[in-house]
Each structure stands twice: as C-alpha cells, then as structure tokens.
C-alpha cells in the first residue's frame, strides 16, 4: 500500500483548506484511514478516522467540529476538510491506512494500529 497525501499549504487562521491522501492499493475497501498531524517538537497526533465504508468516523476533540474527514472508494481516495483553522493545527499532517479483520472492524484512534504511512503533507496556519 502507496499513500501519497497531498493540499497541504499556507491559510490563514479561520480559513479552510482541504488535504487528500490517495492510495495505490486494489482493495482501498479492506482499509481504514486515518490522519495523523505532528507538530515541530511534538509527537504525532490521532486527527481523524474512518471506516472502509465511509459509514463511521472518529475525530479528536481539538477538530470535532472543524474537520470533516470522507473517503471516494472509486477514487482510493481519503479527504480531511479543514475549516475555521488556527495556529495550533500546524504541522504536518500524515494519511495512514490500516487492513480490516472485518467489516465490523474497530476504527481505531491510536497510532500503532496503522500498519501504512504516507509522506505527509504541510499545514501552516497564519495568525
């Protein structure tokens, strides 16, 4: 499994920007996606999840309410759409997949439950 995350940039905050991460992968359907941000000095962060179906979502509470994270699965595509941004959600923000055992498969919020990375992707919010 490729990620390949793309649309990260420069916004400024309360701004919205929306970040893509698509997956060189057959069965797009057998996985769970997430996304992932890590900021310069920190660790990286559980963002925001969501099931092979599209039908289930998790999302931290830092972006509950801002983020609205949907996936294409004609497209092997995963979609973070970030609004009403600001300068703490900087970073670099990192798509990640992760096989389901089932279709009733847990969506999981922890790090080490994701077995694919992608390259990430810059997020800089102005103040």
């Known amino acids: 499994v490729q990620l390949q995350a793309s649309g990260g940039g420069l916004v400024e905050a309360g701004g919205s920007l929306r970040i893509s991460c698509a997956a060189s992968v057959r069965t797009f359907l057998l996985y769970n996606m997430a996304w992932f941000r890590q900021a310069p000095g920190k660790e990286r962060e559980f963002v925001s999840a969501?099931?092979?179906?599209?039908?289930?979502?998790r999302y931290s509470d830092s972006v509950k309410g801002r983020f609205t994270i949907s996936r294409d699965n004609a497209k092997n595509t995963v979609y973070l759409q970030m609004n009403s941004l600001k300068p703490e959600d900087t970073g670099v923000y990192y798509c990640a997949a992760a096989r389901i055992l089932s279709t009733n498969s847990d969506v999981d919020t922890n790090k080490t439950a994701y077995s694919y990375w992608g390259q990430g992707t810059l997020v800089t919010v102005s103040s």
């Open positions: 969501v099931s092979w179906s599209g039908g289930r979502t």
